[in-house]
């Protein structure tokens, strides 16, 4: 491959190389059979980071990191690694990932496939169909506010502190990505908060709707509560088009929004940053799901998440939006004509590997072109 983008595959732990292996193969259709115009390179995360290196993530890949246009990340953790202290736990590399990328902003996608709308655990007319975006903060709010800590109280008793805090710059620089994501949507943007409790919550919807009135008030914005929302998703998600949230509520609604789909092994997910000189994004691509240490080694992960990862970074950093639509395409297809892996298998289907479900996919492509 030659071109001038950069892409870091850091396939991690459990099942993440082997759902990575099967992304490998469609970055490797598109190599073969499309001008792909991005290197790859692959190197350790997680705990096989910390096998090698005693550490989850080295300075070297994260120098690595900081200078690709976009990072592929599998998953990490596992019980080998539970009883380390916390800095050299698996998921550390991850945080630190986000943090070191000036990752603020995490887009998932909560996309029902036709093939799957009677997988879901809600009615197939709520789910059927559904195409909405999750937008949650994702570096500041209650996860990071100070003060926080356990205090002692005297008597044996303590108090658990964690704060709230949102500022202006923080709100309007992901609402922008919110208001711009809905322009290539449908135009319809919910802002989720707690203003009737929460000063922060309030900081936050009046931020957003001045920047809706300075920019894009020729969108729809509507302001919503986060305990409304969590209740609304279940009864209409249809109305949705992209939910723009706090790190908090975003971590709750996003579950939420998972379940309509049916399998965590379907829900791919992006991370952004700022905007660098050239008007590239520091950017991250991973599956929703974890290292599935249950299913670890046996054929049976569902590599659709990763894959659909993949897609997101086609259109998110190399602006490639047609092949991502094709990968799409190919997932939709393979769905349609039966095929399953054991998460989202269904009487009558044809179960498969995650090999297998990898090479239907790149069949599919071939089809396509
Ligand atoms: P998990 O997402 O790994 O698994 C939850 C359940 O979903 C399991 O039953 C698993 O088999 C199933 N599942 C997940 N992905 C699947 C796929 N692609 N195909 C088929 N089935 C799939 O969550 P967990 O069990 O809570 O965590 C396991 C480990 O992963 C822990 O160490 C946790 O810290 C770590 N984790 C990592 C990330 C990440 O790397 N981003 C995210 C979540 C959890």
Redesign the pocket.
Same mark, same amino acid.
């Given at each position: 491959m030659s071109s001038n983008r950069k892409v870091l595959m850091l396939p #991690? =732990? #459990? *099942?993440?190389p082997e759902?990575m292996s099967q992304t490998k193969l469609v970055i490797n259709w598109f190599d073969k059979n499309k001008e792909v115009g991005f290197d790859v390179e692959e190197d350790l995360i997680?705990g096989a980071s910390f096998d090698k290196y005693k550490t989850p993530i080295t300075d070297n890949v994260l120098e690595k990191s900081l200078n690709a246009d976009a990072v592929l990340? #599998?998953?990490?953790?596992? %019980?080998d690694? !539970?009883k380390l202290p916390f800095k050299d736990? @698996?998921?550390r590399s991850?945080l630190k990932l986000r943090k070191e990328l000036g990752l603020f902003a995490n887009l998932r996608p909560a996309i029902v496939f036709d093939a799957l709308s009677d997988a879901s655990t809600l009615k197939t007319d709520i789910v059927k169909g559904l195409d909405m975006m999750i937008l949650r903060e994702l570096t500041g709010g209650i996860y990071f506010g100070e003060p926080r800590g356990i205090e002692e109280l005297g008597d044996g008793k303590k108090r658990g502190i964690n704060t709230e805090v949102y500022t202006t710059d923080e709100i309007r620089r992901v609402g922008e990505v919110g208001f711009e994501l809905a322009t290539k949507r449908k135009g319809i943007v919910h802002s989720v908060e707690k203003s009737n409790v929460m000063e922060s919550g309030l900081l936050w919807r009046e931020e957003i709707q001045k920047l809706y009135e300075e920019k894009y008030h020729h969108m729809q914005l509507h302001h919503m509560f986060a305990d409304n929302c969590a209740m609304q998703l279940v009864r209409d998600p249809h109305q949705f088009d992209v939910i723009v949230t706090t790190n908090l509520f975003g971590d709750l609604l996003s579950d939420i929004s998972a379940q309509l789909t049916g /399998?965590?092994?379907m829900l791919p997910s992006a991370s952004l940053g700022e905007n660098n000189i050239d008007g590239i994004r520091k950017s991250l691509y991973? %599956?929703?799901? #974890? /290292?599935? @240490? !249950? *299913?670890t080694g046996q054929g049976?992960?569902?590599? *659709?998440?990763?894959i659909l990862s993949f897609a997101m970074m086609l259109k998110y950093s190399l602006d490639r939006n047609q092949d991502a639509e094709l990968v799409e395409k190919a997932v939709d297809l393979v769905l349609q004509e039966g095929f399953r892996?054991? =998460?989202i298998m269904q009487p009558g289907k044809k179960l498969v590997s995650t090999e297998k479900m990898g090479i239907e996919i790149c069949n599919r492509l071939d089809r396509l072109i």
């Open positions: #991690g =732990d #459990g *099942i993440g759902v997680g990340f #599998g998953a990490v953790g596992g %019980p690694y !539970d736990k @698996p998921e991850l /399998s965590l092994g991973e %599956p929703v799901h #974890g /290292s599935a @240490p !249950d *299913i049976k992960a569902n590599p *659709i998440a990763m892996t054991e =998460d």
